[in-house]
C-alpha cells in the first residue's frame, strides 16, 4: 500500500507589513505588494510563474507499507520560486527569483512512521540597500526568504504536518494536503529580516529561526478583514509589545480590532481561553453588549492591530461573529 501526503507554504508580502521609509518603493513603484492568496490552491506552477507570490515550498512525500510496516519511502515535492513584478502603472516587467537549492535531510525512518524535512527559500530579483547590525554593516543584495516545512507519514497513511521555522519576512501560509489554508506564521519582523538574516542566521549557513504557527480565521473574519482595510476610511494602526494589553475585561469601548500580526492571548476571568493570530476580528461584543469589553486582549509577541469604527461593519455581521467567539461559554 502506498500512502501519499503534503504540506504547502506560500510567501507573500502583504501592504501592512512594511515600516517607514522602506514603503516608498512600493507605495511609489516599481515593486508592489501582494494580495493575499487564495484559501484554496489549485495549480502551483502557474501560481508560481504568475507574480502574485514570493516563493513556494511544496514538501510532498509517500511511504510504502506491506504487512504493517513501512518498507520504502520518498521525497517527491519540491521548492517554487516566484517572480517579481517591476515597473510603474500597468507597465510591469516579471524578473525571476534568484533561488538557493532546496534543503533536504535524510528523513527520520523507522518502520511505523517517517518524518521528512524540507527548507526552500531564495532571493526576490531586485537589491535592497541596507544597513545591517553586524559586519560588513551594509548590504545591497536582497535577504533571503525561507520556510522549513516537516511531514511525518505513519504507517496507517496518517500524516502530520510541522513548520519548523521561517525567515521573519515576509508572510507565510500554509496549506494541508488538500491545498486548503490551514495555518499561519503569525509573526513578521521586516527590521530583524532585513539587518540580521543573512550569512550564518540562514538555514544555508547554521541557523534557522523559528516559526510561531496559528490557525486560520473564519471565513467570516477574512471578508471583513477586506472591510476594514479596504473599505474607505483608513484604520489607526497600533503596535504592541509582547505583554502589553490591547484591551482590559471590564473596560469601556466602541472600537473593533483586527489582528495584523503577532499573537494577542483572550483572557476571561484571570483564563486564558484561546490565542489568536492574524485576520482575527475581537471586539465585537463591546459593540453588541452595553459597551465594555468582555475579555482582557494580551500581545503574546509585537503585534501591530488596525483600529476601526463600529460603522463599518453591519450590525449581522457583528452579531454572527459574536456567536462564534463565546469561548468562555465552550
Known sequence: MRYESSTTSVSWIPSEAIPGMMRLPFDLGPVHYDDPPSDQLTDIEALSRSGAVRFINELRAWVEVENGW?????????GWMGKTKLGFGSRK?????????DIRPQPEASKLSVRFVQTTGGRVAMPLPRKLNRPPFVQIIPPIVWTTLALTINADGSSKAE??????FPRHWIYDDSLRLANKVAVTDFKSWSGDI??????????????????????????????IMRGGTKPKIRKLKSG??????????DELFLLLDGVLSVDVDGKVLAEVGPGAILGERALLEGGTRTATLRALTPARVAVANADQI??????ELATGHRREES
Open 163 to 168: 513548520v519548523i521555522g521561517a525567515s521573519p
Open 244 to 253: 502589553e494589553a490591547l484591551v482590559e475585561q471590564g473596560q469601556a469601548g
Open 70 to 78: 513501512i518498507v520504502r519511502h520518498g521525497h517527491s515535492g519540491r
Open 198 to 227: 543573512f550569512g550564518e542566521r540562514t538555514p544555508w549557513g547554521a541557523e534557522d529561526s523559528p516559526a510561531f504557527v496559528t490557525e486560520v480565521e473564519t471565513a467570516l473574519e477574512r471578508e471583513l478583514s477586506q472591510t
Open 93 to 101: 516587467i516579471l524578473y525571476p527569483t534568484i533561488g538557493m537549492r
Open 314 to 319: 453591519s450590525p449581522d455581521a457583528l452579531a
